[in-house]
């Protein structure tokens, strides 16, 4: 299916693309309209870290947020992908951080502006290792959690999302050439909150990974 080490999508896949608003109990609390289709965002691929690194809170703004998300790691490029085809072009999986400015965030939606600053800041999209699509036969139906300093802050099954995975594939390919490499963020439930400097974030898919990073603040 690959042609490069596909177990390290991060160090040359070529985007990521970011789907908000995919969990009903999420969007219910915040009065957001039902969606009839997905809202996409891209982050680019120097938003990737990795453990060891700690996630940085940008100078122009305090009120950075957690997003745990499963992340779908393209194998096989395409586009205009028919849903009944959409998981043969899945090589796996990751357990993803959308790390959101929320400060931006409001004043971009309230002026009608794109979420650049909000999504694309350096260390926003926190990765874990890559997982083999063997290892997680259903996508529709995993647990996710996250924990700030060992405190559960969110807990869903992807099977509460508004938007399948094969769905999800399908519908970005119609408007967005998927590539090998390329990285699918398929939102997150509700739990949101902010993060400070010296935090510690634990964040898990069942006993398949998990991931831990701790947040600190970019210097002047």
Request: overall charge negative.
């Given at each position: 299916m690959t042609t490069r080490n596909i177990s390290r999508f991060w160090e040359w896949g070529r985007k990521i693309i970011g789907v908000g608003r995919n969990y009903p109990d999420h969007t219910n609390k915040l009065n957001f309209p039902t969606l009839t289709e997905p809202l996409l965002f891209l982050k680019p691929t120097s938003a990737y870290i990795r453990e060891g690194s700690p996630i940085l809170v940008p100078r122009y703004t305090d009120n950075v947020h957690h997003e745990v998300e499963l992340g779908v790691v393209i194998g096989k490029g395409g586009t205009a992908i028919a849903q009944s085809a959409a998981m043969e072009h899945v090589a796996g999986?990751?357990?993803?951080?959308?790390?959101?400015?929320?400060?931006?965030?409001?004043?971009?939606?309230?002026?009608?502006?794109?979420?650049?600053?909000?999504?694309?800041?350096?260390?926003?999209?926190?990765?874990?290792?890559?997982?083999?699509?063997?290892?997680?036969?259903?996508?529709?139906?995993?647990?996710?959690?996250?924990?700030?300093?060992?405190?559960?802050?969110?807990?869903?099954?992807?099977?509460?999302?508004?938007?399948?995975?094969?769905?999800?594939?399908?519908?970005?390919?119609?408007?967005?050439?998927?590539?090998?490499?390329?990285?699918?963020?398929t939102g997150t439930p509700d739990g949101l909150s902010p993060v400070q400097e010296n935090d510690e974030l634990e964040a898990g898919i069942e006993n398949i990974v998990t991931i831990r990073f701790r947040v600190d603040k970019e210097k002047s």
């Open positions: 999986y990751a357990l993803g951080l959308d790390m959101t400015a929320f400060g931006p965030l409001h004043e971009s939606r309230a002026k009608g502006l794109p979420w650049t600053l909000a999504k694309a800041f350096n260390t926003s999209c926190p990765i874990s290792d890559f997982i083999p699509k063997d290892r997680i036969p259903d996508p529709g139906n995993l647990n996710l959690w996250l924990k700030v300093n060992d405190q559960l802050r969110q807990s869903a099954c992807t099977s509460d999302m508004r938007f399948s995975v094969p769905y999800l594939i399908s519908y970005i390919s119609d408007f967005i050439t998927l590539e090998e490499g390329d990285l699918i963020l």
